[in-house]
């Protein structure tokens, strides 16, 4: 059975980083994204990333202080965030969606294999 794990979770105040980490034992073969649920919201996409770093997308509005890249020798996938927001707090999960396809998705429902998520907190 696949599994993803997320890592690197916390409070923050506005304006710090944090990077998010994702492992997953069949690393090779999934493309690998990122999404996050606030309170009370739908879940959304933040960010994918195939099987090479140069194949990547970032939710638009995230671009500016965001970035997904990935460790393939340490089966890793991180999601950097900078200066981040008190609107940024929410449960990030990682998922993976396996696929031959080359390009990645931003829909969730394409990915089949949620971790547990790990919470990030902005406090202003």
């Known amino acids: 059975q696949v599994h993803v794990e997320e890592s690197g979770g916390g409070l923050v105040q506005a304006g710090g980083s944090l990077r998010l980490s994702c492992t997953t034992q069949?690393?090779?073969?999934?493309?690998l994204g990122w999404f996050r649920q606030a309170t009370g919201k739908e879940r959304e996409f933040v960010a994918a990333?195939?099987?090479?770093?140069?194949?990547?997308q970032v939710e638009d509005s995230l671009k500016d202080r965001f970035a997904i890249s990935r460790d393939n020798e340490n089966k890793s996938v991180f999601l950097q965030m900078n200066n981040l927001k008190p609107e940024d707090t929410a449960i990030y999960y990682c998922?993976?969606?396996?696929?031959?396809?080359?390009?990645?998705?931003?829909?969730?429902?394409?990915?089949?294999?949620w971790g547990q998520g790990t919470q990030v907190t902005v406090s202003s």
């Open positions: 998922a993976a969606r396996e696929t031959s396809e080359l390009t990645v998705s931003f829909t969730s429902r394409e990915y089949g294999i």
């Open positions: 990333i195939g099987w090479t770093n140069g194949l990547t």
């Open positions: 069949f690393f090779d073969r999934y493309h």
